[in-house]
Each structure stands twice: as C-alpha cells, then as structure tokens.
C-alpha cells in the first residue's frame, strides 16, 4: 500500500527541504507545513477520486509547488514581486535537485499561482495545485492549532 509518508520522504528528508520549517509562510505557519498540507491534500483527492497520472507523480509535484527555497520576510525588497516570480524559481530549483521531473509536474509547480501569473494551469493536475494551494493559504491564515500529517 502507497501511504503517504512512503512517497514523499526521500524529499523531505534533504536538508534543503528541511530548511523550509525556519521560512515563515501565510502568517501562522511555515513553508515547509504548508508544502506537507497542499501534498496531502492532493493525496486524499487521488485516494478518493483517481487520477490518469499516479499518486507518486501527483504527490511529489504538489510537494515541491513552492520549492524556492528563501525566507521571503526578512530579505526587504530583494523578494519584490515574489507571488509572480517564486513559481519559476520553485521549478528551478526542483529541477536542479530532481531533474526527472514530468511536465505535468513541472506545470504543477510554474502555474500554481494563477490567476497571479497570467498562464493558467495546462493540465487537470495543475489545476489541482493551484486550487488545493489556496485552500492550504486560507486555513494556514486562519488555523487554530496544527495538524500532523501522516
């Protein structure tokens, strides 16, 4: 049986990845926490509802939707415009650290923030991303307690 924990580990046991939990994100969370939740929310629609591509494709690129990899509250204007550039740079880095990427995952990554950046999303996948990363923005905004994901 494919859990969860089984398709993500290997990412986020890099240091790189791990860095994640000191980048404050959405106000009451992390980035690292919320990258965890956008994935597993992804994982429970895949579980539920199936999909073309596989749980492993979908999971992982939903993972690393927002991979760039900085603390974006504390740079002052070196991360000016970030919302409309950190797509690209999230898909740069993922794809230096995994260069396999599918382009359903790279489109997972680069159009996750539309409408923001102007292209939408080319595939069901990303459009999934995209929907379930602002689901994870409002709850990371507005949560009372955390959740651990297992």
Request: with cysteine; net charge positive; hydrophobic share 35%.
């Amino acid at each position: 049986m494919t859990t969860f924990y089984s398709i993500i580990k290997d990412i986020i046991r890099t240091e790189e990845f791990r860095k994640m939990k000191n980048y404050k994100h959405h106000i009451k969370g992390n980035l690292f926490e919320h990258s965890l939740k956008v994935a597993f929310l992804c994982y429970k629609y895949h579980k539920k509802k199936g999909m073309k591509i596989s749980i492993e494709e979908f999971v992982r690129g939903a993972l690393l939707h927002d991979y760039y990899l900085y603390d974006l509250h504390g740079d002052g204007k070196k991360h000016r415009f970030h919302w409309f550039k950190h797509p690209r740079l999230a898909l740069e880095n993922a794809l230096k650290k995994y260069p396999d990427l599918t382009k359903t995952q790279q489109d997972m990554i680069l159009h996750h923030m539309f409408p923001l950046t102007l292209v939408p999303p080319k595939t069901k996948a990303g459009w999934l991303v995209c929907y379930y990363d602002k689901v994870a923005a409002v709850n990371d905004r507005f949560r009372k307690r955390k959740k651990t994901y297992k």
